[in-house]
């Protein structure tokens, strides 16, 4: 059983910056593949950047490829998403999720959500 609970999302000017953190609990929170989706308002949900659980292999969705960072802190048990240059499309719900593998993300375990909101 994974916990997951997101935090750093907030209001930002397009071009700003931000960094979302998703801590877990769970003591095999390290042998889990991370993901990061999101939710825009009237829109389905979908796949921003996933990481495996070493860290060693990371994927992102063209739309936030050379903006948006994913990296993992196993001794913190956090997953951590930097974004940047961010645009107002960027609005939505963004999601942390956990999986015994990336080939099977999105898994089960889904945190609360936390806010994201550009403005242009």
């Known amino acids: 059983q994974v916990q997951l609970v997101e935090s750093g999302g907030g209001l930002v000017q397009a071009g700003g910056s931000l960094r979302l953190s998703c801590a877990a609990s769970?003591?095999?929170?390290?042998?889990?593949?991370m993901g990061w989706f999101r939710q825009a308002p009237g829109k389905e949900r979908e796949f921003v950047a996933i990481?495996?659980?070493?860290?060693?292999?990371?994927y992102y969705a063209d739309s936030v490829k050379g903006r948006f960072t994913i990296s993992r802190d196993n001794a913190k048990n956090t997953v951590y998403l930097q974004m940047g240059s961010l645009k107002p499309e960027d609005t939505a719900v963004y999601y942390c999720?956990?999986?015994?593998?990336?080939?099977?993300?999105?898994?089960?375990?889904w945190g609360q959500g936390t806010q994201v909101t550009v403005s242009s």
């Open positions: 990481i495996s659980w070493s860290g060693g292999s990371t």
């Open positions: 999720n956990a999986a015994p593998n990336i080939a099977r993300l999105p898994g089960a375990y």
């Open positions: 769970g003591r095999t929170f390290s042998s889990y593949a």
